[in-house]
Each structure stands twice: as C-alpha cells, then as structure tokens.
C-alpha cells in the first residue's frame, strides 16, 4: 500500500471514528446530527479516494469517482449549517433553499451530468467535469466563503473561552478547505500548479488528518460541540502516542511527496514504525520525556484533564467523611489556590444565629469585607431560583449570550467581589450560602469542564455542609432539652425536699413549739437538708471540668474496698457478692473517684437484685495489645429485672432516671452519668449491657498507665 493510499484510508478511519463519537455522546442534539452528516461527507470523499488511488480500471474508477463526489458535494451546505449553528447565527430560510439546490447535484450526479467520466493522471484517476460541477463550483466558492468570513467576524465578538471553539474550528476549515480546492484543480484540466512546471499532487487526504487533529483537541480542551470528555491516566497515553504518531505520519507524508524517487514504500512504513516504537519505549522509560521535565508542554497539549481534575475528583469522594465544617473548609482552600489556584475566591454562609449572609471564608483573608447586603430575596438568589442554572457567569469575558435584567442584577450585585463565577449553596429550594470563585493566578481560563467540576464539587458541599449544619442544631436542641430536664428535675426535687422544712419553719415562727412537731419535723427537714447538700455536690461534680489525682496503687485493693462499704446493704437485701479478682492490678488512677464509681454501680446493681440473688464482681487483665501498657476490665454482673432496650439508650443521660425522685437512697438520675464522667477522666470506657428479666452488666476498661496525665488540680469528692 502506498503513502498517499494509507492517507486516505486514515482520514478515512479517524473522520469516521470521530464523527460517530461525537453523535454517541447525544444522538438527539442538532448540532451533532449535522456534524455527522458533515463527517460522514469527508469519510465519502476520502474513501473514493482511496479507491481511486488502488483501482486500474476506468469503469471501476468512475463508480468510485460519484461516491467521492457525492461527499464533495454535501461537504460545503453541511459545513456552512455547522458554522452557523456553532456561532449562535440565526438560520433563515435561505438555508433549506441551499439544502435543495445541492441536493439537486446529487440528483445530476445520478443522471451523469454532474461528472462525464474519468481520466488516469499517472497514480490515480480524477473526474471529469460536467455541467453540474460547474454550478456546483459557483455554490462552492459563495458557501465557503460565507462560512470563513462569518466565522472570522463572530470569533471577535465572542467571550474568551467561546473565541478559542471557533479559532480552532477556523483553523481547521481553512486547513481542509485550501488543500481540499488544491484536488479540484486536476477537475480543472490543470495538471500543474500555477507559474510552475510541479505537477499537483492529491493533498486534501492529508488536510483530513490534520482537521482530526486540530477538531479532537477542541473538543477534548475547549469543549467544541458541548462535549464534556474525561480520560483515564490510560486513555490520556494513547493519546499522547496518537498524537505523536499522526504528527510524524503527516510530516513523513510531505517528505514521500517532494522526494518520491528516495522514498520507498519500505522507507516510508519502516520510518513510520521505528517512530512510533520509539515513542512508546520513550514514554515508558522516561515519562517526563514527553513534557520536558514538567507536565507545562502535556497540560497545553491535553488541556490538564487528567491528573489536575483527579484532584478534585478525589476532593469530591472525600467530601462526605468530614464531620467539621472548619476542617472541611481549610482542605477546600488547598484544594482552591494549590490545584485549581484560583487568585481569590469568598464563601458566604447563612449565619443561623442572626438570620443573615455573612462572608464566613476569603482568601486573601478579608475581616472587613462585606456580604453585599444579600438576603433571600436577593437578586442573585432570585436568579438561582428561576433559571435553576449551576452557576452565574460573574465576569462578562465568559457570557456568550445576552441575559435578562435579572441577571444582570445579579451581577451588579456581585461585582465588589470581582469573581468570574458564583455558584450557590442550596439545602433543597434554600439557598444558605455562595462560592465565589476569581480569576486563575496562571492567567488560564476556566474550561467548561473546570466548570462542571467545580459544580459537582459545590453540590457535594452543600451536602455535607447542609448535614453539619443540621447536626449542630440537634446537638443545640439536645442541650436545651437537657437543661429543661436538668432544671424541671431539679426544680421538682429541691421543692419537695424543701416542703418539710418550710413547714418547719412556718410553724417555729408562728410559736408552734411542741414537742410533737419537733419530733415528726426536725427529723425529716434535717434529713432533706442533707439530701439537698448531697444533691448540689452530685450537680457540681458532673457540671465541673476536674482532674484525677492519679497515683500508682493496686486497682483489685480497690475494688474490695469498695465491695467492703457496701457489705450492709448486700445484707440488708440478703445478696451475695461473688468476687474474683486478678491479683497484684497495678494501675494509676485516683481511689476516691474510683471507689464512687464502683459503689454507684454497685448501688445500682443491688436496687435491681431479688433478694437472696448474686452480683459478680470480676477483675481481670485483657490481652495486651499495647507494648507500653495494660489494660484492665471490671465487671459487675447482677440478676435483676435488667433494662428495657428504649431505657438503655437513654441510661447515661443526667437526670434520666425510672426511680423514685428525692430520696437519699434513690439518687436523683446523676450516678450513671457520673460514673462515665469518671472513667473518661480515667481514659477508659463504660459500657452496659442488659435484656429484660436476665439481669444487666456493667464493663469498665480502664489503662495501667496514662501517657499524658493532666496537672493536678483541686476536685470535689462528694
């Protein structure tokens, strides 16, 4: 197979490939129906050549000549409908009118008057001219033209991004339409070129190679056709290959064509493989081969789709496990001006305190910026509302349409902030919040796809930030309950531990003195005096921030200690105390606290306990896990009624209790409370378990040694 043969048959796989990509990417949409029929017309013209290029027979080159033909003549209609629907031109009715007259060619292509017959030009055969072609030549030169001067006019007018789509489309018809003309002229009968004695050589093949390139590009950087493209790290060195290898293949094909008789079919094909192997092996060996010891030159070429957007794609999956809105925020800003390095970018959020929009993040850090005075009935917020658009195009460089008066007002609204866009945080229909993003530090445009990203990126925000938000209200809503508890329980206990003793007092002051009163009152108001003080000593225990004394001392000494005080009540209810305890448990923790929690869950477990039934104290040392310490395990076991599964999720709530209030022996909802307090002062963990009419257990797991101890400080042993 000859060079100029391989040629054709490239352009005719690379146009064809491309056009069916583009129409996958969404069959419904126009512009992507007419370029494909526009493909489709160019993979026509380059496979009759192809043909024409291998066939000896004129009769056979004839059949070949009307399918290249045939894509010759919709390439200039298709072309022009493209142009305009790329450069926002309004059609009218004279383009249906042009549609009819080139399909009246093909008509005369069919009846032979479009072409005659055929004629060998030494490597391959060329059309003769008929009175169609004729005409169509005048359609020709009108099309075309109209298409390079509308597309050179509109692409001044466009906004940054939109002008570099039509650059490159420009670019590339130019590039198809020149060498495309130079493969009429032989139709001409001009057999070489003008003022010269260099016989014309079929070209236009190579200009479909070089129009793939150049369209690919687009669509893969500036997003030609609306396309959104994302490549694997894969993908992206297949192109990098793709890309070398048609670049040599186009620049092998211009040397084959000016020294033919030095140029073999063997030189030619065997140049070409030795490029691509070499290619390959270089990109394997020595990756940053191909971007001179950065990735610059590989970011221009493929428009940093790749390793830049894995970014923020692994940013946007990270998203979901961050529980704090601060930590969350302070990734966003590395992510911000060290990948995307945006120059300045401000976040507004909802404030739930004040009910108003205030700057909550800047960079560079701005303490006296203002909010623009935003509130929900906003222009900005209003716009959201009724365009449900993404995002607002601040800076106008990037507007490529005109828009209504109420995003104009947006924009006057946001322009102290000189962003180039805003994209909102919305909980439902409610807004809570804006990103507004400025200008790169580099000087690069924001690509359609930096844009869907950002986009994805500020939905996942809104997400997360929406949760964060809603949990810090319930745990507000939890601490206002609380207190209500906390302050309905003890406004209740205090009042009937009080009662006795005003009485008391009302009846002393009024001169009942007798010695009946003394003896049913003062007993009873002095005991709730008691009670009261032994209340308030339980309340600031759990209220205050304290610190253990932690000494080094025998933890299973401790626990028969505690076992030891609580031997009267054991007796008094005729329960059993079975204890099995390791030996010689050296631990450092703080005995007063310790034996208090102890004796409260023992306390616990023997109001719980039927008479005449066991409680199993158990002490033991768990397995190692740590080189530096060990850990230790207390467990008290009773066989009382146990605990209903809705009151055990609620047991270490203060002041949740299913006893009698405002008795000393009962407590007042604080013991098991307390008890976590202590443990988590000791660095351990409390845990309970229980089912109903099988008893409950209590598990303590506490550490030998404490690696950073807390300064002692006074505490309160009540």
């Given at each position: 197979m000859r060079y100029y043969e391989?040629?054709?048959?490239?352009?005719?796989?690379?146009?064809?490939?491309?056009?069916?990509?583009?129409?996958?990417?969404?069959?419904?949409?126009?512009?992507?129906?007419?370029?494909?029929?526009?493909?489709?017309?160019v993979s026509l013209w380059n496979f009759g050549n192809y043909n024409l290029f291998r066939t000896h027979d004129p009769a056979t080159a004839?059949?070949?000549?009307?399918?290249?033909?045939?894509?010759?003549?919709?390439?200039?209609?298709?072309?022009?409908?493209?142009?305009?629907?790329?450069?926002?031109?309004?059609?009218?009715?004279?383009?249906?009118?042009?549609?009819l007259l080139h399909l009246g060619l093909l008509v005369s292509l069919l009846a032979g008057n479009f072409i005659v017959g055929v004629r060998d030009f030494g490597f391959t055969y060329y059309s003769v001219a008929g009175p169609g072609f004729w005409c169509f030549l005048v359609l020709y030169g009108v099309s075309t033209s109209a298409t390079m001067v509308m597309l050179y006019?509109?692409?001044?007018?466009?906004?940054?991004?939109?002008?570099?789509?039509?650059?490159?489309?420009?670019?590339a018809y130019t590039i198809l339409l020149a060498f495309g003309t130079n493969d009429l002229l032989p139709i001409l009968d001009c057999d070489y070129y003008p003022f010269s004695h260099v016989k014309i050589f079929p070209i236009g093949n190579i200009a479909a190679v070089f129009y793939v390139?150049?369209?690919?590009?687009?669509?893969?950087?500036?997003?030609?056709?609306?396309?959104?493209?994302?490549?694997?790290?894969?993908a992206a060195h297949i192109v990098r290959l793709l890309f070398l290898f048609l670049t040599g293949f186009v620049l092998l094909a211009l040397l084959a064509t000016l020294f033919r008789e030095q140029f073999t079919p063997l030189a030619f094909f065997g140049s070409l493989g030795v490029l691509l192997l070499s290619a390959a092996l270089a990109s394997f060996f020595f990756p940053r081969l191909f971007g001179r010891g950065d990735d610059d030159f590989e970011r221009r070429i493929l428009g940093d789709r790749f390793e830049y957007h894995d970014k923020i794609k692994g940013f946007i999956k990270s998203v979901q496990w961050y529980t704090d809105t601060n930590l969350l925020l302070n990734d966003l800003h590395e992510l911000l001006v060290k990948t995307v390095q945006v120059q300045r970018y401000f976040i507004i959020l909802l404030d739930e305190k004040a009910r108003v929009f205030s700057l909550f993040?800047?960079?560079?850090?701005?303490?006296?910026?203002?909010?623009a005075d935003l509130g929900y009935d906003s222009p900005i917020f209003a716009w959201f509302h009724e365009s449900k658009a993404d995002y607002l195009i601040v800076n106008a460089l990037y507007a490529s349409a005109a828009s209504s008066s109420l995003e104009d007002k947006a924009r006057q609204q946001l322009r102290p902030f000189a962003a180039d866009f805003c994209l909102p945080f919305f909980s439902g229909e409610?807004?809570?919040?804006?990103?507004?993003?400025?200008?790169?530090?580099?000087?690069?445009?924001y690509t359609p796809h930096d844009l869907r990203l950002l986009t994805d990126l500020v939905k996942s925000l809104s997400l997360i930030i929406n949760q964060i938000r809603l949990k810090d209200q319930i745990l507000l809503a939890q601490e206002m309950d609380l207190l209500g508890r906390m302050s309905r329980g003890m406004a209740h206990d205090l009042n009937n531990l009080l009662t006795p003793v005003w009485t008391y007092l009302q009846l002393a002051s009024a001169g009942v003195n007798n010695r009946e009163v003394k003896e049913e009152l003062l007993p009873v108001a002095s005991r709730n005096l008691e009670v009261m003080r032994s209340?308030?000593?339980?309340?600031?225990?759990?209220?205050?921030?304290?610190?253990?004394?932690?000494?080094?001392?025998?933890?299973?000494?401790?626990?028969?200690?505690?076992?030891?005080?609580?031997?009267?009540?054991l007796k008094r209810k005729t329960i059993t105390a079975n204890l099995h305890l390791v030996a010689d448990a050296q631990a450092e923790f703080d005995e007063v606290l310790i034996q208090r929690l102890i004796t409260n869950v023992l306390s616990n477990a023997i109001d719980a306990s039927p008479p005449g039934s066991h409680i199993h104290v158990e002490l033991l040392r768990l397995a190692r896990t740590e080189t530096s310490r060990d850990w230790l395990r207390l467990q008290i076991t009773d066989q009382g009624e146990g605990i209903s599964p809705e009151n055990l999720k609620r047991v270490f709530m203060p002041y949740f209790t299913t006893k009698d209030r405002g008795d000393l022996k009962r407590g007042f909802g604080l013991g098991l409370a307390i008890c976590r307090k202590i443990v988590h002062l000791h660095g351990g963990t409390l845990n309970i378990s229980s089912e109903e009419r099988r008893g409950t257990s209590v598990r303590v797991d506490l550490p030998s040694r404490h690696f950073k101890p807390v300064p002692a400080t006074p505490v309160l042993h009540a």
């Open positions: 391989l040629t054709a048959l490239i352009a005719v796989i690379c146009n064809l490939g491309l056009t069916l990509f583009i129409l996958s990417r969404e069959p419904r949409s126009t512009i992507n129906r007419v370029y494909f029929l526009w493909g489709f017309a004839l059949t070949w000549a009307h399918v290249l033909q045939a894509g010759v003549i919709l390439l200039p209609i298709t072309n022009l409908h493209l142009t305009l629907l790329i450069a926002q031109v309004r059609i009218g009715l004279w383009l249906p009118v042009l549609y006019h509109r692409q001044l007018t466009l906004p940054p991004l939109h002008r570099k789509r039509v650059r490159s489309l420009l670019l390139i150049i369209v690919g590009y687009s669509v893969l950087q500036h997003q030609l056709l609306g396309l959104h493209v994302t490549l694997s790290k894969t993040r800047s960079h560079p850090e701005s303490p006296g910026a203002a909010s409610d807004p809570f919040g804006l990103l507004l993003i400025g200008e790169k530090t580099n000087g690069e445009l209340y308030v000593n339980e309340a600031l225990f759990f209220s205050n921030t304290l610190a253990p004394k932690l000494h080094l001392s025998r933890l299973d000494q401790a626990v028969q200690q505690a076992v030891e005080l609580m031997q009267p009540t």
